[in-house]
Every structure is written in C-alpha cells, then in structure tokens.
C-alpha cells in the first residue's frame, strides 16, 4: 500500500519541478566541408554468440575516418552508436552469461538489399570455435535494426520477404511512419520511435506561450505530412490559431521544380514570422528549405530534431531574432559515449566528434561570462567552451538505436533461460519468440523505462530546444523547456524563462500575428472571407464597453451605469431630480417662499382691515377663501422638490388640481357676485334672492366637487407614480413623477382651463359697471394671464425632459397664481395702505353719486 501511495505522489508533482532539473546545452563545429546528401539507408543484424567478443573486430571499418576525421560512410554516427550499445551490453555480466552481442551491418546503400540478405544469412551460418564454449545453434530469431529512413526499412523488411527468409525480427529507427505499422504486411516489425500524436498539441502549445496566431506551414506531400497536417488543424482550430500559408512539398522532384517559385513566393509574400517545418529529411522539402534560406529568407523555424544538421548549414548573425526551435523526444541522460570513442581512437580531436553529433554540457548561468549571447564574439565562445567538460548527445535516431540495442539484449536474456527446440529456426518458433519479446519490460542503463507493449500506444513527451548558429561554424543549442501531454491542461508546457533570457536577453519572442490586438474599447470586426485571426478593431458601441483584448462582443452596461470616454469600464449614473441644493431648485423654492409670504400679508393685511369699504365691497368670504387658495398654491411647489415618492407622486397632482380648482372658481364666483350684485336694482327682484342665499358658495362647491370626482377617477385608472428614466440623458438616470394616466392629467388641466374661460367671459361683460364696487377689469386680467401661463405651459412642458419638465410645471404654478394674487389683490392692497382717503365710505358715495 505504500509503494502504491508514493507511487501516486510522485505521478502528481506539478511540470514546475522539471524546472529544478537543470537544462542541457549543447555545442558543435561544424566541418569545413557539409555533406548535402540525405542520410543513405543502413541495417544491423545483431546476433548472440559464445565466448567474449572484441569490439574492435566489429568497429574495424570505422578506425580510418576517425583518425583521419574524414568520413567515408555517412551513417557513422549510427554505426558508432551500435558499436557503443553493444559493448556496454557486452560488459554487463549479469544479462548475457556465456555468450555476447555482435552485429553485422550494412555498407553500400547501391547493393543495400543484396547485402541485407547477406549479412542474415552469414549471422545464420556462423559457427564459433571457442574453447570451453557448447557451440550449437539456439534456433532463435535473428534481429535486424534498420533506419534511419522509412525506405530504408521497407527495402530491409522486402528483402528478407523476396528471399524468402522471414525468421527476422526487424527493429527500425527515425521517424515513425504508418506504413511500417501494418501488422498484416509485417509481422515481425516494430517501430522503436512512437507516433508523433502529440507534436502538434505541443508546438501548438509554445506558439500560444509567445501569443502567436499567424504561422506558416511546410511539409511534404506524403501519408506522414498530411496526418500531421490533420492533427495540426484539429489544434490550430480549438485554440484559435491560423495557417498563413500551406506549402505541401510534392515528393515528386520534378514536379517540385515546376512549383518552386510559387513555393517560394508564398513564403516570402507572407506576413508571418514563425513556419514549422515537417517532414522527411531526404525528401524535396529539405531541398526547398535549403533554397529558401540560400536566398535569404529569414523565420524562426519549428520543427522536429532530425533536421537539426539541415538547419545547421547557414550561419546567423548575433542579432538576428530568428533561430530554430526543434522538439525532440524526451529522454535519459546516456553518458560515455566519448569515452568509448577515445578508447577505440585516442587520438580522435573534439572537432571530429563535435562534427559527428553535438557535443552536450551543463548550462551553468552562473559560469557564463557574458550576459547575452549577441554581446559575445565566436572567440570568446571558445575559449570558454575549452574550458567545459563535454560528452556525446544522443539524438532521436542513436537514442532509439540504443534503446533497441538493450531490448535485443533483454530478449536474448529472456530466451536463453526458456527451453528452445534444438535445430534450424523456424517460422512458428520466430513467432512464438516474437510475442515474448512484445512482452519485454525493462529499465536501460541510462534509467530510461521501456515498456514493449505500451510504447505503442504511449505518447511521447518533448524537450525543447532553441539552435544557434554563429559565425565562423560555432553551433549552440539549448535546452529551453519541456511538453509533457501527461500532465494537466494548462501544465503541459514548461519553458525555463532564465535560460530564454539569458540567452536572448529578454523573455519574450518576436511577434507572429496576423492583426494586432484589440484592446479594452475595441472589438474584433470580422470581414467575410478573412480567417478567425485576421480581423479589424472597432470601437464598442455606444454604451458597451470591453476591458479585455480581442473580444468578439462589447457588453453592454447595465441601466443602471454608462460607458466611460474610452468604452473601457461601466461608470455608475448620477440620480438627477429637483433637489434644493440645484440652482433651479433654490430659485423655485425661494419664489414659492416669497410668494407664500407676500400671500400671507395680503391675508394679514385683509383681516385687520375687514371693515373697510373696500375689503367689504369686495366680498370678504370669497377674497379670505381665494387668499387662502393662493397660500395653498404657493406652497404646492415643496411637493415637486426632491427626491420622488410614491405618497408626493399623489399628492403632486392632487393637490395642484384640488386648490388650483378652489382658487379658479372662487374667482369665478366673484365674477358672478359682481354681475348679479349690478343686476340687482330693486328689493324684490329674484336675482336678490340669490345674492342673499350665497350663489358663490355654491359655485365653489359644485366646481371643486366635479374636479375631485375626476382626480378619484385618475387616481382610480392610472394614478401618477415615480418614474425612473435611464434612456433620455446619457450619464444620468432621471427620476420624476410619472403623471400615469395622461388623458387624465390634461383633463384636471383643462377643467383648469374652461373655469378660468368662463371667469374671463363673465368678468369681460361686467367690465364696464361702476368702479367703485367693480373688480371685474382686475378679474379679467388676472384670467388672462392665467390661461396664457397654462396655454404656453403645454408645447413647453412636452418639449422638456427629466426635471426641467417639473421646473416648468412649478414655475406655471408660481406664476399663474403669483397672476392672481397680483392682478386682484395689490391694487386693493395699494389702497389700504397707502391711500387710506380712498377707502372711506365718503370717497365711494361722491364717486357713485357723481
């Protein structure tokens, strides 16, 4: 139970650690001389043996180049990484007891199917003769490794079917490529590499890490590059990230040649400064790669570790920003291969060996002398490199040869301890050993597991590294971070951003998008036919905003808030209503207040002075009652300031229509009063009658009862209510009394309106009685102004919004009934005060008598 909790624990440790491992870096001096021709194709057969073998009577052909540092087959490096694998299997007395590893290989790609069938049958026929040694044939399955190229590996695997010798199990280095996973037409392969599903999830992953979206694509037209290109479009898609360009190499070379032009320009007329590269190495892609960088086309390129020596023929200036990434699978350290390689020439130089692969070391930051590597000339590189403890790096290809080297190993071990039927091979018996062998689970010297039967079906994890390559044939390459898909989303990709720095001087890359980003106030405007990365900005409506990059919508603020200037952030609304403290507010109080007292002095001014002629000609009930009106009036405006309710909403209008309706018919009564007090000529008449029963009392009454009965119909139907307006001015979110039913509230008004007609139309025919006892001329003005107050009221009133709409409706208040109280009530008042002489009984008798 505990193995199986420390076990879960260590598979759960954040990618983070990985950071705690120190990255590789590696270095190579490249030949005076590049070979431009592709890898030719090799195969070993590897075999057991009795008794001891000397490594040397295997190596032989390979002592010449190197000490002569010229190399007379291309697939050294290969060859040597056999060499290398099979003697460290060789020393380890525990895994093959009484016997040893040899191999055989192939040297002439021209007769490369003749000889493969050579080399098989010699490992077949091979008697040995040592002493101590039970010399007799095992009768098990040969095993030939074959690569680095997928031809190679057919041609290895048609040979063995042509000749008719299928006791062969065939292991193959390089890339995996899906016709040599059919079962069916090759049972006994395997495919040391595995698939490459994740490649396209990881370097989608690092162009997301830069914020790239505009990359171009180079590949060959073949099963390989158009699987990949399928994985790359189903990632692209899901994370937003588009192809500037496809240039799908044709593997034809003639047919390559009438294009190449078209490939080029393609490359060059494009905005893109990132283009992965994928494909075979001795395909037309490495030609037209070749081509594009000899005429000076410059990228960052990403692509996978066996164009490593493609990408290593040109030399870059220290300043330029575009170098080379490459995901390699990850893998164990392996250590003392240059050892090996001393041993079997000790006076082989580093510039050879840094020639046959990249030589790799410790990247010590803090041994660096040099803050960037564009600050540093190629001399002082080095010296210093002199200084560093160097080892061989494997690559994909020698790691996969190494790898299959200790499987081999590991099957013969399996063998040797299971009983085997005596005699010649046999297809039944390669078959059943074939199945042991899927089986094989083991751990390499280098600390590397190796699961037979899920190496197939696992993905592979990524180290990535960044190339550069100086003047004078200086190669650096360092290992920047690491993809694993095992990990969570999100935690796949590690980068090591001190040693990008360091290298580089700064932690960012160069940019590779095909529109800048919209930023907060804008959003992304999509013009039809333009891929999901190619878009215009524009600015967000009208009260949206957007407070991230490349948004596809603006969102619009609630109603409660606007846009700021920029339309990057939601501002709340100010409340606006008629407060005291506004301007208008403080001058419509302070006249109500005037007003209310200048209403109340004439009423002090008329109670002390009840018994003057003139206060009793008047009629002192109706003057008390219109006074009375006019104070309520006055003071009506308190009701439209401030901060609207439901209860003052009510009251609002209510009260206005109540007094306002009071204060009309008591002039309309005293109107009345007047005619029927100059009509009156005898005691007996009837209209004394009248006079004397108070008619205006109940003038007032009838009139103030029909305007209440229309208010409780209002209130009944619709009342007024508050109204909270956010549309009509930007910024500010109104509040005002709604009016509810609006037939109703010009009803009230007009009921307004036809009481003040009727008053002006009888004070009009009473104009001309006496003047003494005649206010009728005071009582036609006063109407007269009254309803040009309220007839200009109503285009105003419609032509306002928010709070000026109730500045206008307390401001026809004020002065409709500042009309009233002014027109009837301050000449009179002159009078009293001023010209006490007039107002006796006397002056009213010489008048009327002359």
């Not at 030719?40 to 002592?63: H, R, S, T």
């Not at 490459?196 to 060959?220: C, E, K």
Request: glycine share 4%.
């Amino acid at each position: 139970m505990f193995t199986f909790i420390l076990l879960y624990f260590l598979l759960n440790i954040p990618l983070h650690v990985a950071s705690l491992v120190h990255p590789r870096c590696f270095w190579r001096m490249k030949q005076s001389e590049d070979k431009d021709g592709a890898l030719q194709p090799c195969a070993f057969v590897l075999d057991v043996f009795p008794g001891p073998m000397d490594i040397n009577d295997f190596i032989e052909p390979f002592k010449e180049p190197i000490v002569s540092t010229r190399t007379k087959y291309d697939n050294n490096q290969f060859s040597l990484a056999v060499a290398f694998s099979v003697d460290e299997v060789n020393r380890n007395p525990d895994l093959l007891p009484n016997m040893s590893l040899a191999f055989g290989y192939v040297t002439d790609s021209c007769k490369f199917m003749s000889q493969a069938y050579n080399i098989v049958q010699s490992s077949v026929g091979r008697h040995y003769n040592a002493p101590n040694y039970d010399c007799i044939e095992s009768g098990m399955c040969l095993v030939m490794l074959s690569g680095p190229n997928w031809e190679g590996s057919l041609i290895a695997g048609k040979a063995m079917d042509l000749y008719h010798y299928q006791q062969v199990i065939q292991l193959t280095f390089g890339p995996f490529h899906p016709i040599l996973s059919d079962h069916e037409q090759f049972p006994y392969l395997y495919q040391m590499t595995p698939k490459d599903t994740s490649l396209a999830q990881a370097m989608i992953s690092l162009i997301l890490h830069f914020s790239w979206n505009w990359v171009g694509l180079a590949i060959s037209d073949s099963d390989l590059g158009i699987q990949f290109l399928s994985y790359l479009r189903r990632e692209m898609e899901e994370n937003i990230v588009c192809l500037a360009f496809v240039n799908m190499i044709p593997v034809n070379k003639h047919l390559y040649m009438s294009r190449a032009e078209i490939y080029y320009n393609r490359i060059m007329t494009s905005s893109t400064n990132v283009v992965i590269i994928y494909g075979e190495t001795d395909s037309t892609l490495a030609i037209s790669f070749k081509m594009w960088e000899s005429l000076g086309i410059q990228r960052l390129w990403i692509t996978t570790s066996q164009w490593d020596f493609i990408t290593s023929k040109h030399d870059l200036t220290f300043d330029s920003s575009y170098r080379t990434l490459t995901f390699a699978h990850h893998h164990a350290e392996i250590f003392g291969f240059k050892k090996f390689l001393q041993t079997l020439s000790p006076l082989t130089p580093d510039e050879y060996l840094a020639s046959v692969e990249w030589m790799n070391f410790n990247c010590e930051v803090s041994a660096f002398n040099c803050r960037t590597l564009k600050n540093c000339s190629s001399n002082v590189y080095l010296e210093w490199l002199i200084l560093q403890t160097f080892d061989m790096a494997f690559n994909d290809a020698t790691y996969d040869i190494y790898d299959a080297v200790n499987i081999v190993a590991q099957f013969f071990h399996e063998m040797h301890l299971q009983p085997t039927d005596k005699g010649k091979r046999s297809n039944s018996n390669c078959l059943k050993q074939y199945s042991i062998f899927r089986k094989i689970n083991f751990t390499n010297p280098a600390g590397g597991k190796v699961k037979m039967r899920q190496k197939e079906k696992l993905q592979a994890e990524y180290d990535i590294f960044q190339i550069w390559n100086f003047p004078n044939g200086l190669g650096l390459k360092v290992k920047i971070g690491k993809f694993s898909p095992y990990f969570p989303h999100g935690q796949q990709l590690h980068l090591y951003e001190d040693i990008i720095e360091w290298a580089t001087g700064s932690r960012e890359m160069m940019s590779s998008v095909c529109s800048a980003d919209c930023g907060p106030g804008f959003r992304k405007f999509q013009q039809e036919g333009m891929t999901v990365c190619c878009f215009d900005c524009i600015p967000c409506p009208e009260n949206e905003v957007s407070n991230e990059t490349n948004v596809d919508q603006c969102v619009k603020c609630p109603e409660d808030k606007y846009s700021n200037a920029e339309q990057k952030e939601c501002i709340p609304k100010s409340v606006v209503f008629l407060t005291y403290e506004d301007p208008l507010g403080m001058a419509l109080t302070s006249m109500a207040l005037c007003f209310t007292v200048c209403t109340a002095a004439v009423l002090g001014v008329f109670v002390k002075h009840h018994d003057t002629p003139i206060v009793k000609a008047n009629n002192r009930s109706l003057s008390y009652t219109l006074l009375i009106s006019l104070l309520f009036c006055f003071l009506c405006p308190f009701l439209f300031i401030g901060h609207p309710n439901a209860a003052t909403c009510i009251l609002q209008q209510i009260t206005f229509g109540a007094v306002f309706t009071v204060a009309v018919s008591t002039v309309l009564a005293k109107t009345v009063t007047v005619v029927l007090a100059f009509k009156v000529t005898t005691p007996g008449r009837r209209m004394r009658s009248y006079l004397t029963l108070g008619a205006s009392k109940y003038i007032i009454a009838t009139c103030t009862l029909i305007q209440i009965i229309l208010c409780a119909i209002w209130l009944g139907i619709s009342p007024p209510s508050v109204s909270i307006d956010v549309h009509s001015e930007h910024g500010q979110i109104i509040i005002v009394c709604d009016k509810g039913s609006v037939m109703a509230f010009y009803c009230v008004l007009g009921y307004h309106g036809s009481l003040a007609f009727g008053s002006f139309v009888v004070a009009f025919l009473a104009r001309n009685l006496p003047d003494t006892f005649n206010e009728a001329k005071l009582l036609t003005f006063s109407m007269l102004l009254f309803c040009s107050v309220w007839v200009t009221f109503l285009p105003v009133y419609h032509s306002t919004k928010g709070k000026v709409m109730v500045v206008v409706e307390v401001f026809s208040i004020l002065v409709s009934s500042a009309g009233l109280l002014g027109c009837i009530f301050i000449p009179k008042c002159y009078i009293i005060l001023f010209k006490p002489e007039r107002n006796s009984l006397e002056k009213i008798r010489e008048k009327t008598s002359s």
